[in-house]
Nanobody, 119 residues
Framework: QVQLVESGGGLVQAGGSLRLSCTAS????????MGWYRQAPGKQRELVAQ???????NYADSVKGRFTISRDNAKNTVYLQMNSLKPEDTAVYYC?????????????WGQGTQVTVSS
């Protein structure tokens, strides 16, 4: 089992920045990927950024060049630095821990944190 606790959401004007944090606890050795997803009202949850246990990153096209995912292994924490925010970035952001084994995957989710970008 993995538990995830997020922080750092809020209200910001367009062009501003926010940093989200996600601290993991539990069976951390089993995690293959950590990531951030978001869900806007009326839309499906989508992957924003992901980082592997080895540090390889992956980003949605819509956030490339603006968002940066990083991790501090000593603190068991993953960060999402969001710069040049746009109103379309408004959503609930969820931290995700993914465990992958042959033929099986387990997703663990944080409680979500609201990010609102005003125009």
């Amino acid at each position: 089992q993995v538990q995830l606790v997020e922080s750092g959401g809020g209200l910001v004007q367009a062009g501003g920045s926010l940093r989200l944090s996600c601290t993991a606890s539990g069976s951390l050795f089993s995690i293959n990927y950590m990531g951030w997803y978001r869900q806007a009202p009326g839309k499906q949850r989508e992957l924003v950024a992901q980082i592997t246990s080895g540090g390889t990153t992956n980003y949605a096209d819509s956030v490339k060049g603006r968002f940066t995912i990083s991790r501090d292994n000593a603190k068991n924490t993953v960060y999402l630095q969001m710069n040049s925010l746009k109103p379309e970035d408004t959503a609930v952001y969820y931290c995700n821990a993914l465990v992958v084994r042959p033929g099986v995957r387990w997703d663990y989710w944080g409680q979500g944190t609201q990010v609102t970008v005003s125009s």
